[in-house]
Each structure stands twice: as structure tokens, then as C-alpha cells.
């Protein structure tokens, strides 16, 4: 096994650097660092040393150095952890110097795939981390936590257990009973394997709102110009984001922003209004509308509540019938045009508000998060995030039914096995106990390099 090296902080100029070092020639490589072949440190504690560049003992940096012992460290081998000054020239250099003394450069998610190989966690709570690093609301980050700390294993453990008692007792049978296995033993085992896959089918329904709350969703404003497009941008930011004045047509290109609305990440996308173009730079700013309205999760399709519909309004509500949208009817502070809940009086979800005042922002705030339930309470139970994950339970799932039917109709117990190793064998690779090498390679091919 090589050494292997990486800067863990992110690029960039900083107070402090960490790289990282993790293989059996860390501590030697630390030594040749420090032009100290007796350096023989702690293992936890933390040293003041200098790295120097060569024999001519030229000081590079004064640096923090901590060594963790094989196996009591974060990959299970020996590590070295050197926090320097965040410079990249010097960082730069480090990492040259590591080089030379035959450390190679780590590629992403290195680090954590040899912990995950030298069993410190299993594939379940590596892929945690990366969730963990990407959170992107406190809510992303609490939940990848739990996976973290072993929620998703725990989910699957009784799954498991009960799996490999029907898969036991059906293998004696097929070992030592001559006979066919007595009737009161079969319905216990449909029994248990019902409760294993409801248990699987009810972890697997949470991915609608689990991958949602990991990858966010995309909203888009739309609305011919003047409706106050721009107005609810801003108030939904809660800044002042986008210019706004009474002049239509003042926003000219899509603006983005990233917000956090109850837990879950949302990007907010103001567009420029949609109409006939009046000059070539308007043209393109409708275009990339389209583009905006084609790319999102969901429409805030905005109308001037104080004016009766347009016909540039009813092109709008045509173009964003077949996607989820919730119709926003603005400046619920003036006097209400009659025409227009007459005109969307059959839209599944209407919102008046006013974007001067703020009245209303919590109505919509609710019909944007409606889909998604209260994923930010206490209460919300375990959530799979991950398109992997929820593939192979409902694999799972389906095996399980499938031996559930054969044991129903008296099939013989090879033919029922087949399903109810299958079943233990794609919750395993959940968790890693059964993935192979191709799958592994492209989990840790998402990471960060340097963990």
C-alpha cells in the first residue's frame, strides 16, 4: 500500500492549510519534512516543528504536525496531519516536497475509501461524509449526520437479522428435512418477511422527500414584465437582490440565488418578462426565461393582481401548465381586479400576497414546501437521500415479494433461496458488505479530494 497525500482545506489563500498523509511511509516521509531522522512523536499530540526544503535546511514554514498510529486514525493506517500557513506557494511546495519523498497525490475521496476498506465505517456512513461536506441547510447537514453515525445501518439491521433467520431455517430444510417444512412454520416465515419488506418499502418511500432535501429543488419567477417579479425575489431573500423600478422590462437576464426555506435548499431564479422583445438584448433574456422555465422544479407564475389579465399573462399561464407551478397573485395591497381569480379559478394552488408588504410570503412559502412535509422536525424519522440507495431497497423489496409468493405456493426451498439471498444481498450493498470494486470507484469518484 503507497502513501498518500492531499491538501484538506479548500483552495485558495487562508490562515491555515491541513494536509493530509495517510499510508505506511507517512511518518517518514514527516521526518524527511522536518530534516529529522530521530523525530519520533506522540501519537494524537500535537508538535510545533519546521518544515525545511532541503539539506541546506532552508525553513518553509512553521508548521503543526500531528501523527495518529495505525489503527487508532481516521483511514486505519498511519496518518500525519500538517497544518501550515494557507499560502498556495507554500501549500504548492509542500506538496512537492511530499512528492519527492514518494507520497503520491490522493485522488477524490481516497482517504475515506481506505477507512471505509480498513473497516473504521462502512459504505453507508463514508457516503455521509460526502452528503455532510455538501449540506447545503442545517437540515441537509443534521440528517447526514445521523447517517453518519450509523442511522441507516440501524434502519437495516433488523432487515437483515430477520432475512438471515428465514434464510437459515430454509437451508437446514434443504440440508436435513426430508419432508416438506409443517405449514405453522412457512406462515411464520411469510410473517417475518412481510414485516422486513414493509419495514424496506417504508424506508424507500422516504426518497421522494429525502433526495429532495439533499439536491434542493429549482424555482423559477415568471410573469410578463411589471407583475413584481422582482419584488417577491427579493423578498423571498430576504435582500435586496434585484434591481427594482416601475419601468417594465428592468430585469434583462436571469439572477440565482440560493436560500434555505424551512430545511430545504431551494434556488431562486428571477427571469426576465415575458413578452414580445422589443431589441436583441431583451430577445436573449427571454430566451434564457425559457430555458429557466424548461430547467425548473417548480414555477411561481406571478400576476398583477390589480389589473385584469393581459394577453402576454394568459401566454405565461399557458406555457406553465403542464409543469408544477403555483399561481402568485401580487399586490394583494391595492385594489383586487375581479378578472383575474375569475380567469384561475381551476389552478390547483393560488397565492395572493404582496411583494412590497411581505403579506401573504407565508402562504407561499407553504405551498413551495407542501410536497415535502415537515422534514426539519425532530420527528421526521430517517430519510434515504441517495438514487443508490433507494434502488437497491426497492430491489429488495421486490425479491422478498417474489420469494414471499413461492413459499405461498409450496415451491421447493432452492428456487424461494434464491430471491431471499438476493434480498440480503442488496441491502449489503448498501452498506458495502457485498459492493465490488467498479461500484466503489464511482461512489468515491464524487468526493473531495482530500477526504
Do not use: W
Not at 425575489?233 to 440565482?256: C, M, P
Amino acid at each position: 500500500m503507497d502513501t498518500i497525500v492531499a491538501v484538506a482545506t479548500p483552495s485558495g489563500r487562508s490562515a491555515i492549510a491541513v494536509i493530509r498523509l495517510s499510508g505506511p511511509r507517512s511518518l517518514q516521509i514527516l521526518r524527511s519534512l522536518l530534516d529529522d531522522e530521530e523525530f519520533n512523536p506522540e501519537p494524537n499530540r500535537v508538535v510545533l516543528k519546521k518544515i525545511v526544503t532541503g539539506p541546506s535546511g532552508e525553513v518553509l514554514d512553521h508548521t503543526l504536525v500531528t501523527f495518529f498510529q495505525s489503527p487508532h486514525s481516521f483511514t486505519g493506517e498511519d496518518m500525519v496531519e500538517i497544518s501550515c500557513h494557507g499560502s498556495p506557494v507554500i501549500v504548492r511546495q509542500l506538496l512537492d516536497l511530499t512528492q519527492k519523498f514518494d507520497g503520491r497525490l490522493a485522488g477524490p475521496g481516497e482517504f475515506t475509501l481506505r477507512a471505509c476498506k480498513n473497516g473504521k465505517m462502512n459504505l453507508s456512513e463514508a457516503e455521509a461524509i460526502r452528503d455532510l461536506i455538501d449540506a447545503r441547510t442545517s437540515a441537509a447537514a443534521t440528517h447526514a449526520t445521523r447517517q453518519l453515525g450509523g442511522g441507516l445501518s440501524a434502519s437495516l439491521g433488523p432487515c437483515k437479522q430477520e432475512l438471515i433467520s428465514v434464510i437459515v431455517a430454509m437451508e437446514s430444510a434443504l440440508e436435513f428435512v426430508e419432508d416438506d417444512l409443517p405449514q405453522v412454520q412457512l406462515d411464520q416465515m411469510l410473517t417475518g418477511l412481510a414485516r422486513v419488506r414493509v419495514a424496506v418499502k417504508n424506508l424507500a418511500d422516504t426518497y421522494a422527500t429525502g433526495h429532495l432535501l439533499r439536491a434542493g429543488i429549482n424555482v423559477a419567477i415568471v410573469g410578463r414584465p411589471n407583475v413584481g417579479k422582482s419584488s417577491l425575489f427579493n423578498k423571498l431573500l430576504r435582500f435586496e437582490r434585484a434591481i427594482v423600478t416601475d419601468v417594465a422590462g428592468t430585469t434583462r437576464d436571469s439572477l440565482s440565488e440560493s436560500i434555505s426555506l424551512h430545511g430545504i435548499p431551494v434556488t431562486l431564479t428571477d427571469t426576465a418578462g415575458l413578452r414580445e422583445a422589443v431589441d436583441k438584448i431583451e430577445a436573449i433574456g427571454v430566451e434564457r426565461t425559457h430555458r429557466a422555465i424548461a430547467d425548473a422544479d417548480l414555477l411561481l407564475v406571478v400576476f398583477d393582481g390589480s389589473a385584469a389579465l393581459l394577453p402576454e399573462d394568459r401566454k405565461v399561464l399557458a406555457q406553465a401548465v403542464d409543469a408544477h407551478h403555483i399561481v402568485v397573485v401580487n399586490k394583494s395591497d391595492l385594489d383586487q381586479s375581479p378578472d383575474v381569480d375569475a380567469q384561475l379559478i381551476n389552478e390547483a394552488k393560488v397565492v395572493h400576497l404582496s411583494a412590497l408588504n411581505g403579506e401573504g410570503l407565508t402562504d407561499l412559502t407553504a405551498a413551495i414546501l407542501e410536497p415535502f412535509g415537515r422534514i426539519d422536525s425532530e420527528d421526521a424519522g430517517f430519510l434515504i437521500t441517495d438514487s443508490r440507495h433507494y434502488d437497491l431497497l426497492r430491489r429488495a423489496e421486490l425479491a422478498i415479494g417474489e420469494s414471499m409468493t413461492l413459499i405461498a405456493e409450496k415451491a421447493s426451498e432452492e428456487i424461494v433461496l434464491i430471491g431471499l439471498h438476493n434480498a440480503l444481498k442488496f441491502l449489503g450493498e448498501i452498506t458495502g458488505e457485498t459492493t465490488t470494486e467498479d461500484i466503489l470507484s464511482e461512489i468515491f469518484s464524487t468526493f473531495c479530494i482530500g477526504k
